[in-house]
Every structure is written in C-alpha cells, then in structure tokens.
C-alpha cells in the first residue's frame, strides 16, 4: 500500500498510526517536485495562498536556495520514504533591522492532512529557527483555517492582530490573522547582533 492510500485509509482517526513512520530531515533538492506536488494542491484549493499561477520547479528551487543561504530552516516530513510535508521559514521583510524575525509557512498533502503531520512539523521548525539565533516567528493564517489557527496556539503562538478583507480569492475576501512566538527574551538583544547592532540602526 502507498504512503498516501496509508494516509486515506487512517484519516477517520485523525492521527497517525503504526503504518506511518514520519521522519523529518532537512530538505533537498531531490525534494521539489513532490513540494511543487503539495503546494500547487493548496495554491489551487486553499484560501491563504495567493501565488500567481502555475508555479514552477525552478521557482521552487531558487527560494529554497535563498532560504538556506540565509540560514532559514527547510525541512520535509517523509511517511515511508516518501514527503507528504515541508516547513521553512522566510524572510519577515526585507529591511536589516528585520532580520532576527521571519515568517513561516507548513504544507501538508491532501491526503494526509489533519493526521498530525503539522504537529510534528512546526515544533521541529521553532526548535531550528531558535538554535539559528531567530527572535520572532511570525505565521499568516487564514482566519477560517482553524485548524491551523488550533496548531499555533497549542505551540505558543499567539494572536497579535487581525487584517481584514486582505485577499481577494474565489469570489470573495479573506481575513488574516497574525501569530507570533517569540524566540528569546523580548528585551534581550539577539544572539550575534551585539558586535554589529549600530550598523544597522538605520535599517
């Protein structure tokens, strides 16, 4: 039996089970075209995402390489040899004063959603982008996805504000809602910033 018929047939139980063996390691390469797979689902069916269509493999690729030359963790989350999920945070914005803060994305496959795959993505995920000296993480969620509204909480994160009528898909708007999990203290200064920190005052 497939990874993903595995996946259908526990779905009712809503967790996973002795058949799945999830591993989680960072991504490769090797890993796009099933990320490609993943994300494309969600692009095309799901409310927060709004990228221009179609995606493409190298598209894919450059931001992953951008993420990782910046030290931006990117895992994958494998069922049996297989990815049925990937985590990995980007850049908050593009200024230098904001470069201890990012934002973070978790995609899951269609068939293998609320099976408990996001719960072993994002812990991992905050350990990384912690042990990579990251102050802030900051997730974008859409306000009727309350599933993941449900993970963040459970993992810390809370609810720093609401942007209404922000996106404009499938007929109709969308509300966002913006978490937040610090990393470190809130007033302390972030780890390797001391020696540079007047460098970027004007940023």
């Known amino acids: 039996m497939s990874c993903f018929a595995t996946c259908r047939d526990v779905a009712g139980a809503g967790m996973l089970d002795s058949r799945m063996s999830i591993a989680l390691r960072p991504s490769t390469d090797d890993d796009v075209p099933a990320m490609l797979e993943i994300y494309s689902y969600h692009i095309?069916?799901?409310?927060?995402d709004f990228e221009p269509e179609p995606m493409h493999l190298d598209e894919i690729k450059r931001?992953?390489?951008?993420m990782l030359k910046r030290r931006m963790p990117h895992i994958v989350a494998e069922c049996n040899g297989v990815v049925v999920g990937y985590a990995f945070a980007a850049q908050f914005r593009k200024r230098p004063a904001y470069r201890y803060t990012i934002e973070h994305s978790i995609y899951v496959h269609k068939d293998c959603l609320?099976?408990?795959?996001?719960?072993?993505?994002?812990?991992?995920?905050?350990?990384?982008?912690?042990?990579?000296?990251?102050?802030?993480?900051?997730?974008?969620?859409?306000s009727t996805n309350l599933p993941s509204l449900a993970l963040h909480e459970l993992f810390g994160f809370?609810?720093?504000?609401l942007l209404r009528s922000v996106g404009f898909k499938f007929g109709h708007w969308t509300d966002s809602v913006l978490m937040q999990l610090c990393l470190g203290s809130e007033d302390g200064l972030p780890r390797a910033c001391v020696s540079d920190e007047s460098a970027t005052r004007n940023g």
């Open 44 to 48: 095309h069916h799901g409310i927060g």
């Open 63 to 66: 931001r992953r390489k951008v």
């Open 114 to 142: 609320r099976l408990g795959i996001g719960r072993r993505l994002l812990p991992a995920l905050i350990r990384e982008c912690s042990d990579a000296g990251f102050h802030q993480m900051i997730a974008v969620v859409d």
């Open 158 to 161: 809370q609810r720093s504000g």
